[in-house]
């Protein structure tokens, strides 16, 4: 235990390859081949991407001039299209307060509810909004209404998701504030929780409200009503000029809704 | 006299707001042509399809097949578009970043986004790619593509503009031309977390492309329309239930490696939750009124 040590390199020594990357790599790559190859996939190559983009794009002149004539025919569809986003918003918000709640480790009143109540909004969550609309036109044939519903399922599915990890995030004083003095669960969550996220509430909701307006817009496409069933008549008989018009209506729709949306957060939140 | 309580902040805002979501909300209810007398029917429908989906008679399990192989098209059109929405939104996310470029490029390249962000795939899919490439996957692909780059160019242009400042100082400092900064200053630090975006906009894409078929774009959703429209309802839960397991395990997968990529330099570590929830509430509050609060689409 003397001299004997060995001399120490200035440099510390590298720490080992690892292996993560480059396996991350070949996964990546495996992927992707297996996307784009021609027997298993999309037989993507990028030089046909390009021939077919250049072929296209005489089409996309037939879009020019907008026949704003059409603008009148647009109104009645294009206000449907709104009022399923206010009604649906409005419907679906108040709906996923209590299930938050519900799905939190905090709020929730037991395990098993809480694993139903997260079971149940993953699976809402898997399925996309058009389905739903799809689903609820062959049950109740086209119009706003089916729209709305399927509008409803998908705003509890992104606030009640988004509230829940809220609410698992909540300050615990005041709760064992509130039960300290001898709160039930109910008036627990009223004042001790509720509080705490309702700027973040008000904000999911508005966020969904924005989320609302675009999906609405396309809903019609499957019958759903609002401006997506005049999208689908014009496409049908390639009236790329008409359907201009509504593309730039649903632009200045979502712009608008996103400016109004973001003043409020600002004023509110 | 003066009060000893400082008095009330003005609620001038709150009344104008609570006015204008009033009339909104009376305005859609009261004016909307809805058939309301279909509503009462509406659960014995409901069930009556979801038993024939997936009771009796049985989902078919026969399609099982077919339905998964028309799945794997929408999750290779998912990861494709992801892909070109990746590859495209990197360099825009530079020049949307404020720290990076000027107030006036940065602006101008986050309007930008945000104007192909304000359109929807499947209008995408129907009004540019459908006429340009013709039906199929390959619109779907396209059209999931070009709608990410919005979302993608945003989020990843926040990261940017919240790295640490000296990385970037010394790279200048030992000479560095302004891409070799970029490359060796700003990318090392922003990369994981930026792919944990990318695959968290191939969960989100997933479902999009499971119903861009419902407009002809390729993938599992024309199945589905057909089979809904024809009333081939136990085809279409065979199709239900494949769209629901291959998304969810797919998610689990992605949201697993999204949580090691972001937890693997053992530096901070954010939770799953809260990237899901960044990725959601930056675009909630777009402008950062409530900044982090909370934690935190997209969707």
């Not at chain 1, 390199?9 to 297996?34: D, E, M």
């Amino acid at each position: 235990m003397t001299a004997a040590t060995a001399p120490r390199s200035a440099r510390p020594s590298r720490p080992p390859r690892s292996l993560v990357g480059p396996v991350a790599l070949v996964i990546f790559a495996a992927i992707t081949w297996w996307a784009a190859s021609e027997e298993f996939g999309l037989n993507f190559d990028v030089p046909r991407l390009f021939s077919n983009l250049t072929r296209g794009a005489g089409i996309l002149a037939e879009f020019w001039p907008p026949e704003f004539g059409v603008v009148p025919r647009t109104i009645g569809p294009m206000l449907e299209t709104v009022q399923m986003a206010i009604i649906a918003s409005l419907i679906g918000c108040a709906l996923a307060l209590p299930i938050a709640f519900l799905a939190s480790r905090v709020t929730s009143p037991n395990f098993a509810t809480y694993l139903i109540d997260r079971g149940i909004l993953s699976v809402v969550r898997a399925l996309p909004d058009v389905l739903y609309a799809l689903i609820f036109v062959a049950a109740l044939s086209i119009g706003p209404l089916p729209g709305i519903l399927a509008l409803i399922l998908f705003n509890i599915a992104v606030v009640a998701k988004l509230l829940s990890e809220t609410v698992d995030g909540v300050d615990p004083g005041p709760i064992e504030a509130a039960r300290a003095s001898g709160a039930n669960r109910l008036l627990t969550v009223r004042w001790a929780v509720l509080p705490q996220v309702l700027p973040n509430y008000v904000a999911y909701s508005l966020y969904a409200f924005e989320l609302n307006i675009r999906a609405s817009a396309v809903l019609g496409i499957v019958g759903a009503g609002g401006i997506g069933n005049l999208i689908n008549e014009y496409r049908r008989f390639f009236q790329y000029d008409r359907l201009a018009v509504v593309v730039i209506e649903i632009f200045v729709l979502v712009i608008i809704v996103e400016w109004v949306s973001i003043w409020l957060r600002r004023k509110l939140v | 006299m003066r009060t000893a309580r400082p008095s009330r902040p003005s609620q001038r805002t709150k009344r104008i707001a609570t006015a204008i979501f009033v009339a909104a909300v009376a305005w859609a209810a009261l004016t909307v042509e809805v058939k309301i007398e279909n509503l009462p029917r509406l659960p014995s429908q409901l069930a009556d399809i979801f038993v024939k989906m997936f009771f009796s008679p049985s989902p078919e399990w026969e399609y099982f097949g077919e339905a998964f192989g028309s799945m794997m098209e929408s999750v290779q059109i998912a990861w494709l578009g992801t892909i070109i929405g990746a590859i495209l939104s990197l360099p825009l996310a530079f020049f949307g970043a404020k720290n990076i470029t000027s107030p006036l490029v940065s602006n101008a390249m986050r309007q930008l986004l945000n104007a192909i962000r304000a359109i929807p795939e499947i209008l995408v899919a129907v009004v540019i790619f459908i006429p340009m490439v013709g039906l199929g996957a390959y619109a779907g692909m396209l059209a999931i593509g070009l709608h990410s780059v919005g979302t993608l160019g945003k989020l990843s242009a926040e990261v940017i503009e919240g790295i640490n400042p000296g990385p970037v100082e010394a790279a200048r400092a030992a000479g560095g031309r302004p891409l070799q900064i970029q490359r060796w200053g700003v990318l090392p630090q922003v990369l994981p977390e930026i792919i944990a975006f990318w695959l968290y906009r191939f969960e989100i894409n997933i479902r999009a492309s499971a119903i861009l078929g419902a407009v002809g774009a390729g993938g599992v959703g024309e199945a589905l329309v057909q089979s809904l429209i024809y009333r081939r309802y136990e085809r279409a839960g065979m199709l239900i239930i494949v769209i629901i397991v291959v998304t969810i395990l797919i998610d689990t997968a992605s949201g697993w490696l999204r949580r090691r990529i972001i937890q693997g330099g053992g530096g901070a570590k954010p939770t799953d939750a809260a990237l899901e929830d960044r990725a959601h509430l930056s675009m909630a509050v777009a402008g950062g009124a409530v900044g982090e609060a909370g934690g935190s689409e997209t969707s």
